[in-house]
């Protein structure tokens, strides 16, 4: 009899905890700077098809602004409101706090997508994407036809994607007036996004920022990790009550400065007050990226430590102190070697203004520079160089081809990328025949544009088919999709991690061991952990691989196996375009002769093949091939690309005579 009248009073008491959460979250709302001018930015944006917003990181722009258009009936009709960012963490963490502002399940009304996962349905009205996601869009859907409202946010970041969205979305608004166009940027660069707009009007929100004491040292610092971990104990020690935010350059970095930090607070056990040391970086999972949000216990203080994801597209609540070492990974791009670089380098200046406006949140206050104010005003740039001008631009100009724009040096750039640049990913896209000597896309290109890869992944996925082993180059793919991140050596367990990864080395290069892991792999927690292996890439790679096997039908490919067969595999694994061979002083590459070496995580670092293929080439300490296989000899070249490679060549690969095509994509580009 009692049992009932219990029940009634749980679920009574569960909906007053979920009305008191409601509350909480409208009541958060409420105090966002973005809020009392909710009125005059509808009114702005109704008013002006094109509208500029700056606000400061924090204010509300990602969260709010979606959901005022939302409420303004922007999605009636079956109309749609895209919001992009810059990066997938940002999207997944944004879409689902949306969606537990508007009461209703990450996935319905509200969504993401991002590259191999999309968490949609047909009633999603509010969509969060990647930049590259809405760039896709595109191919299906020129004109953006379903969407009532683009707004792409954080422009000031200015990544290859959102320069190009730039362009497509400037031309499209041209004829399609009831389009409404917003670009949210946190800095004080808004007049450029203006004057790019045929000068529309900028929407100011001035954020709550409390002032911020900034310092800088009085000498460089020999070893920034180390004075990173020593300013973290000196503000725990000294300063009051408060959160802390130090940011780092990479997985690594962060991982060691977590280590050291934990390991000096177990030293000096009670004698300080607890301290919680939480990291955050792309690759971390979901559950411990979430960690960072969560209230910081009374009497202890939090540390993040972040990569410049925490610039400005994450605000965590509660920092109160930001050290700043004044670095950060760069990508860059040596079109004439085809060589990328990660390479740490200094800060701009606008970032570390943004990094240091982090402290001045929800009160007043500090950020330590680790560097000298000599080196902030003559050693760092004023902004960062854009993507677009340090990249590869082959599947840019691939996904361009593919929309018919053909006159690519005249394609409206905020700010145009190196002729030479262009003139290389041209010379790719021919050598793979996805263009044809006039420079227009062909059958196979197009197909070529229909997977979210690479070029020349998708050219080998493609070339699979008359090969008979595209169950084999799918897995491939898959794996490469999550490259580096496969297995993992504790610093405690180096020789037993290693061990482990001698295991799985078999004949013919890395390929051949990446279908092996996949073979093994049966989502198998126990099993990865054992081998030292990340059960979360793993999982991904297995995602990605279930995602382009769905694409297979679309393209007209038939999913076939070699049956342990590496012989096709290694043919059309044959990055044709990325071939080194064997000489007296060690590896170089046919096209370019650069001197190149094998990676030490590679299973043929040992081995010293005549010929081999590589997935990429990398500048760390040395210039690296990634990801290698064995290819038997010349003769393969010529049978995969015959129009690409000639017998003399071959023979003799340090001809330096200017290839036929990039004569021709030079011709195209005037």
């Known amino acids: 009899m009692y049992f009932p009248v219990y029940l009634q009073e749980r679920e009574r008491m569960a909906l007053s905890q979920a009305e008191v959460v409601k509350q909480s979250i409208q009541e958060v709302r409420r105090s966002l700077p973005v809020f009392p001018y909710r009125e005059d930015l509808l009114l702005a944006i109704q008013q002006h098809q094109i509208l500029i917003i700056e606000g400061e990181t924090g204010s509300g722009k990602t969260t709010q602004i979606p959901q005022y258009l939302m409420e303004s009936g922007y999605n009636e009709g079956g109309m749609k409101i895209g919001c992009t960012q810059p990066r997938r963490v940002a999207a997944m963490s944004v879409a689902a706090r949306v969606a537990q502002e508007v009461g209703v399940k990450l996935g319905n009304e509200v969504g993401y997508s991002i590259r191999f996962e999309d968490c949609t349905s047909e009633r999603t009205v509010l969509k969060y994407m990647t930049d590259g996601m809405l760039l896709r869009e595109f191919l299906t859907e020129p004109d953006l036809a379903s969407y009532s409202v683009v707004i792409i946010d954080e422009a000031h970041e200015r990544t290859l994607h959102t320069d190009i969205l730039f362009g497509l979305i400037k031309d499209i608004a041209r004829f399609r007036p009831d389009l409404k166009v917003l670009v949210a940027s946190a800095t004080l660069d808004t007049e450029r996004f203006s004057c790019f707009f045929d000068d529309a009007p900028v929407f100011r929100?001035?954020?709550?920022?409390?002032?911020?004491?900034?310092?800088?040292?009085?000498?460089?610092e020999a070893d920034y990790?180390?004075?990173?971990?020593?300013?973290?104990?000196?503000?725990?020690?000294?300063?009051?009550?408060?959160?802390?935010?130090?940011?780092?350059?990479?997985?690594?970095?962060?991982?060691?400065?977590?280590?050291?930090?934990?390991?000096?607070?177990?030293?000096?056990?009670?004698?300080?007050?607890?301290?919680?040391?939480?990291?955050?970086?792309?690759?971390?999972?979901?559950?411990?990226?979430?960690?960072?949000?969560?209230?910081?216990?009374?009497?202890?203080?939090?540390?993040?430590?972040?990569?410049?994801?925490?610039?400005?597209?994450?605000?965590?609540?509660?920092?109160?102190?930001?050290?700043?070492?004044?670095?950060?990974?760069?990508?860059?791009?040596?079109?004439?070697?085809?060589?990328?670089?990660?390479?740490?380098?200094?800060?701009?200046?606008?970032?570390?203004?943004?990094?240091a406006g982090r402290a001045g949140r929800v009160a007043a206050g500090k950020c330590f520079r680790l560097y000298t104010a000599w080196a902030f005003k003559h050693e760092m740039e004023e902004t960062t160089v854009p993507e677009i001008q340090r990249t590869n631009l082959g599947n840019v100009v691939l996904l361009l081809k593919s929309l018919g724009i053909n006159d690519l040096i005249h394609f409206d750039f905020m700010d145009p990328p190196p002729h030479e640049t262009l003139v290389l990913a041209l010379e790719q896209l021919y050598a793979l025949g996805a263009l044809n000597h006039l420079g227009e896309l062909t059958k196979l290109g197009r197909r070529m544009a229909e997977l979210p890869v690479d070029p020349m992944l998708s050219k080998m996925i493609l070339a699979s088919e008359q090969y008979k082993c595209s169950e084999q180059v799918l897995t491939i793919a898959a794996m490469l999709s999550v490259n580096n991140s496969i297995f993992y050596r504790p610093k405690d367990k180096v020789v037993h991690a290693d061990n482990a990864r001698q295991n799985f080395v078999v004949p013919g290069g890395d390929h051949m061991v990446d279908c092996l892991l996949f073979l093994f792999f049966k989502s198998n927690f126990r099993w990865c952990y054992e081998n030292f292996i990340q059960f979360r890439s793993m999982k991904r790679a297995r995602d990605v691989r279930e995602q382009l096997e769905g694409l297979m039908d679309r393209i007209e490919v038939e999913v076939c196996s070699s049956e342990g067969d590496s012989v096709p595999i290694r043919k059309v694994a044959g990055y044709f375009y990325h071939t080194a061979r064997l000489s007296k002083g060690g590896y170089k590459t046919v096209k370019h002769q650069q001197t190149v070496y094998v990676h030490p995580n590679s299973s043929l670092f040992e081995e010293q093949p005549r010929w081999l293929i590589y997935h990429e080439l990398v500048f760390t300490?040395?210039?690296?091939?990634?990801?290698?296989?064995?290819?038997?000899?010349?003769?393969?070249?010529?049978?995969?690309?015959?129009?690409?490679?000639?017998?003399?060549?071959?023979?003799?690969?340090?001809?330096?005579?200017?290839?036929?095509?990039q004569g021709k994509a030079k011709e195209e580009l005037g």
Not at 209 to 220: E, G, L, N, Q, S
Not at 289 to 307: C, D, E, L, M
Not at 628 to 651: F, Q
């Open 205 to 220: 929100i001035p954020g709550r920022r409390f002032p911020v004491d900034i310092f800088y040292t009085k000498a460089p």
């Open 225 to 355: 990790l180390e004075a990173c971990v020593v300013s973290v104990l000196q503000i725990h020690v000294t300063q009051p009550p408060g959160d802390c935010l130090v940011f780092l350059t990479g997985q690594e970095e962060i991982e060691t400065c977590c280590e050291l930090l934990q390991e000096r607070c177990r030293r000096l056990g009670s004698k300080i007050s607890e301290l919680l040391v939480l990291p955050i970086y792309a690759n971390l999972p979901s559950d411990m990226q979430a960690k960072i949000f969560s209230p910081t216990p009374p009497g202890s203080r939090k540390v993040v430590v972040a990569t410049n994801i925490a610039e400005t597209s994450l605000t965590i609540d509660g920092i109160i102190y930001v050290i700043d070492p004044g670095f950060c990974k760069q990508k860059s791009y040596n079109a004439r070697t085809g060589m990328e670089s990660l390479i740490v380098t200094p800060c701009s200046r606008a970032s570390a203004n943004q990094r």
């Open 621 to 661: 300490t040395k210039e690296f091939m990634r990801q290698v296989c064995i290819n038997a000899n010349s003769s393969w070249l010529l049978e995969v690309a015959p129009h690409y490679y000639k017998n003399k060549e071959l023979e003799d690969s340090s001809s330096k005579k200017m290839p036929r095509k």
